[in-house]
């Protein structure tokens, strides 16, 4: 595994600069002036599929229960200059126009504009995975199943609008920041591992049975599970918890379920009733909890304790303090293709009806992202600093490097990071584990050139964080 330093962030970040790689629609606005006439509106709506729905686009069982249902969860900002929106979904993924769509529209709702909107996804497997694109590039085939159903995700873009609508008409002023950490125990595990060639030997996942798999070490992880929390004077508004890690203890068997991490921010609300608390997935595309999780129906209470006790534990240290201080950062990049996927091929394997689903369908998610880089449309990064705090937006499912790196080229601020944002890329590995080999570079729409534009991108939002 890869240590992690400071010194290599900043070297990757000065490449990336030297090289004229980023995207150059860097942002900052600073509205400290405004810090004494903040309010916040928290909203939520369900986004739970119809029984019968896709689930992980169509290539495991379709939803056949609902074990627990699935939720958007966020607040809009107002005091702020325009208002800004958080919002985490206990989806897959927003991918592409889905992404884009569901940002256009709760800023329409909320009176903004879409740059100001940050929507990230939880990863649970047992839910939607949102790809209008790849939707219409399936549906052409006439024989393959949903990806998303058109009709399912207008009605909760609708629902989005209401809640955010609705929320407006009961702001609540804020005033005061706080954060705090505590380390999960028995969570998080690195799901590559190496052979003595440097080279993956095996992965890990989410679960495994495999006894070898328990005994190694966790390997590179962020065993901190962090949280931001607003208050109006010493009432707690909202809490947002951040930690890495893929969320699935099992799936594949048509139960929707918001999984052990969705199930222990529902139970923290149960605690506080009054207070909203949002999850939101930090940078794991390389982490799951593989090493502690035998991927038995057991274990979802065990991670889900195990999660919660980390929650309870980070807003154990809470110390809240009045906000002197705000500024929203937005940084665009447009990472190069992988050059080992070729179009027409893709097109040819998608139109294979002797081949399965999953290697149909999946490669739509490849032509999507192919397109939209040819309409040179970029992924959006946002942060939102308040004091010295920094709530990070990045894109795709990233590799926990990235995560270590933005808390080390700001040491002296609080760097919560959410990944899984605009999902269009899938995974966005580290420079050095393209040569690796391994599932989840396989599976890398972009080129290792994201490395050096995405470490460059945090840099860019954490630079501004100051002023």
């Known amino acids: 595994m890869t240590r992690m330093n400071r010194r290599f962030f900043i070297g990757a970040a000065a490449g990336a600069l030297g090289a004229g790689t980023l995207w150059p629609t860097a942002h900052s606005e600073d509205i400290s002036q405004a810090a004494g006439s903040l309010q916040l509106a928290p909203f939520r709506f369900d986004v739970t599929p119809p029984l019968g729905h896709s689930l992980h686009a169509g290539w495991i069982k379709p939803a056949e229960a609902i074990d627990d249902p699935l939720e958007a969860i966020g607040f809009v900002l107002l005091g702020a200059g325009k208002p800004i929106v958080l919002c985490v979904v206990d989806w897959i993924g927003l991918l592409n126009e889905a992404h884009i769509q569901w940002r256009t529209a709760l800023a329409e709702a909320a009176g903004t504009t879409p740059d100001r909107v940050a929507v990230h996804c939880v990863h649970q497997h047992n839910a939607p995975f949102a790809c209008l694109e790849a939707e219409r590039i399936i549906l052409a085939q006439?024989?393959?199943?949903?990806?998303?159903?058109?009709?399912?995700?207008?009605?909760?873009?609708?629902?989005?609008?209401?809640?955010?609508?609705?929320?407006?008409?009961?702001?609540?002023?804020?005033?005061?920041?706080?954060?705090?950490?505590?380390?999960?125990?028995?969570?998080?595990s690195n799901r590559r591992i190496l052979g003595p060639d440097g080279k993956v030997a095996s992965q890990r996942g989410s679960s495994s049975k495999n006894p070898e798999h328990h005994r190694l070490p966790e390997g590179l992880i962020d065993p901190m599970l962090k949280t931001i929390a607003f208050f109006h004077g010493d009432r707690k508004l909202v809490a947002c918890h951040y930690y890495a890690c893929h969320p699935m203890s099992y799936y594949g068997d048509g139960r929707v379920s918001a999984d052990f991490c969705g199930l222990a921010r529902r139970r923290r609300e149960q605690d506080e009733?009054?207070?909203?608390?949002?999850?939101?997935?930090?940078?794991?595309?390389?982490?799951?909890?593989?090493?502690?999780?035998?991927?038995?129906?057991?274990?979802?209470?065990?991670?889900?304790?195990?999660?919660?006790?980390?929650?309870?534990?980070?807003?154990?240290?809470?110390?809240?303090?009045?906000?002197?201080?705000?500024?929203?950062?937005?940084?665009?990049?447009?990472?190069?293709?992988?050059?080992?996927?070729?179009?027409?091929?893709?097109?040819?394997?998608?139109?294979?009806?002797?081949?399965?689903?999953?290697?149909?369908?999946?490669?739509?998610?490849?032509?999507?992202?192919?397109?939209?880089?040819?309409?040179?449309?970029?992924?959006?990064?946002?942060?939102?600093?308040?004091?010295?705090?920094?709530?990070?937006?990045?894109?795709?499912?990233?590799?926990?490097?990235?995560?270590?790196?933005?808390?080390?080229?700001?040491?002296?601020?609080?760097?919560?990071?959410?990944?899984?944002?605009?999902?269009?890329?899938?995974?966005?590995?580290?420079?050095?584990?393209?040569?690796?080999?391994?599932?989840?570079?396989?599976?890398?729409?972009?080129?290792?050139?994201?490395?050096?534009?995405?470490?460059?991108?945090?840099?860019?939002?954490?630079?501004?964080?100051?002023?």
């Not at 609508?165 to 969570?187: D, F, I, M, S």
């Not at 274990?299 to 534990?313: A, C, E, F, K």
């Not at 050095?432 to 396989?442: D, F, I």
């Not at 972009?446 to 945090?458: H, K, N, R, S, W």
Request: glycine content about 10%; proline content about 7%.
């Open 142 to 188: 006439g024989d393959l199943p949903h990806i998303i159903e058109f009709d399912f995700f207008d009605k909760c873009l609708g629902a989005g609008r209401a809640a955010v609508r609705a929320a407006l008409e009961r702001p609540v002023p804020v005033t005061h920041v706080a954060h705090g950490e505590a380390k999960v125990e028995k969570v998080a």
């Open 273 to 467: 009733p009054g207070c909203t608390h949002l999850y939101f997935n930090g940078c794991g595309g390389n982490i799951g909890a593989g090493k502690h999780n035998d991927g038995s129906k057991e274990m979802r209470p065990v991670l889900s304790q195990r999660i919660y006790d980390g929650m309870v534990g980070s807003e154990a240290t809470l110390r809240p303090e009045p906000i002197r201080s705000l500024r929203w950062t937005t940084h665009d990049i447009l990472p190069p293709l992988n050059p080992q996927f070729d179009l027409d091929a893709l097109l040819r394997q998608i139109a294979d009806r002797s081949e399965r689903v999953v290697n149909r369908n999946r490669p739509a998610f490849t032509v999507a992202w192919i397109r939209r880089y040819q309409k040179k449309i970029p992924l959006p990064l946002s942060a939102l600093h308040v004091n010295d705090v920094s709530m990070l937006h990045l894109a795709g499912e990233c590799y926990v490097e990235y995560q270590l790196r933005a808390q080390a080229v700001a040491p002296k601020r609080f760097v919560a990071c959410a990944a899984y944002g605009d999902g269009g890329p899938w995974y966005i590995p580290t420079a050095e584990a393209y040569t690796q080999g391994g599932y989840s570079v396989n599976v890398a729409w972009c080129g290792p050139e994201v490395d050096a534009m995405l470490t460059g991108g945090i840099q860019a939002l954490l630079s501004g964080a100051d002023g």
